[in-house]
C-alpha cells in the first residue's frame, strides 16, 4: 500500500509541474525598463559605465577616469568643437590624430537590446572603428536611450532629413581580455566608458 501511495505522489507532484510550466509557457515575459536593459546588456559586454545627474558629476566623473588612466595632458582624438570645449581644463590636447591616448565623442544613441553604442559620420567622420583610438570616453544623455538599432536608425533619419550622415555604424565589444566567438568576429575592441547624463 506505501508503494502505491508513493507512485500516487510522485504523479501528483509531476502534473503539478507540468501545470506550472504551462502556466510560464503562455505567461507574457517579464520585460525590463529600457534603461535597465542597456544598462545590463552594456556590462555584460564589459563597457564601464557612469551615470551623472548634473554637469558637476559629469566634471569629477571625467577627472576620475583621467586619473585612472593617467591621460593628464595627453593628446586627445575629437572631432566635436562643442564636446572639446566642454572638456576643456583638464590641461588635454584637443586635436584630429587618431594615434592620441583616448577618442572623446558623443553619439548617436544607445541602443538597449544588446548594449552597444551607434556611431555615425557626425562623430567619427569617415574613419573605421579600427583606426580610431583603443579607449573611448562617450558622453551621452538619458534621452537617447533606444529599444533596438532600427528605432537608432530611424531617428538619424527623422534629425537628417536632409543629408543622412554615412558611416553609421555600432560598437558593442568593450572587453580586450574576451575570447572571441563567431558572432565578435571582425569587430573592434573598445576600452569604452560611458559618462551618461539624466536630462528626462
Given at each position: 500500500m506505501?508503494?502505491?501511495k508513493r507512485l500516487l505522489k510522485s504523479k501528483a507532484k509531476s502534473e503539478e509541474k507540468s501545470k506550472q510550466s504551462d502556466?510560464?509557457?503562455y505567461f507574457p515575459e517579464e520585460k525590463l525598463?529600457?534603461?535597465e536593459k542597456f544598462t545590463y546588456n552594456f556590462n555584460k559586454n564589459g563597457g564601464k559605465f557612469l551615470y551623472c545627474e548634473n554637469w558637476q558629476e559629469i566634471s569629477e566623473a571625467f577627472d576620475n577616469i583621467l586619473l585612472e588612466n593617467d591621460w593628464y595632458e595627453k593628446e586627445?582624438?575629437?572631432i566635436d568643437e562643442q564636446l572639446s570645449e566642454?572638456?576643456?581644463?583638464y590641461n588635454l590636447k584637443f586635436n584630429k590624430n587618431t594615434q592620441a591616448s583616448f577618442f572623446l565623442s558623443s553619439c548617436e544613441s544607445l541602443v538597449a537590446n544588446n548594449g552597444s553604442i551607434l556611431l555615425s559620420s557626425n562623430q567619427i567622420k569617415e574613419k573605421k572603428l579600427h583606426e580610431l583610438?583603443?579607449?573611448?570616453?562617450?558622453f551621452a544623455t538619458t534621452s537617447q536611450l533606444v529599444e533596438n538599432i532600427s528605432e537608432g536608425l530611424r531617428i538619424i533619419k527623422n534629425q537628417s532629413r536632409h543629408s543622412i550622415?554615412?558611416?553609421?555604424?555600432?560598437?558593442?565589444?568593450?572587453?580586450?581580455d574576451k575570447e572571441k566567438?563567431?558572432?565578435?568576429y571582425g569587430s573592434s575592441t573598445k576600452n569604452l566608458y560611458l559618462l551618461l547624463l539624466e536630462d528626462l
Open positions: 506505501s508503494l502505491f502556466h510560464s509557457k525598463p529600457i534603461d586627445v582624438f575629437c566642454k572638456f576643456d581644463g583610438p583603443t579607449n573611448f570616453v562617450i550622415p554615412s558611416n553609421i555604424t555600432t560598437i558593442q565589444d568593450f572587453e580586450n566567438d563567431f558572432m565578435s
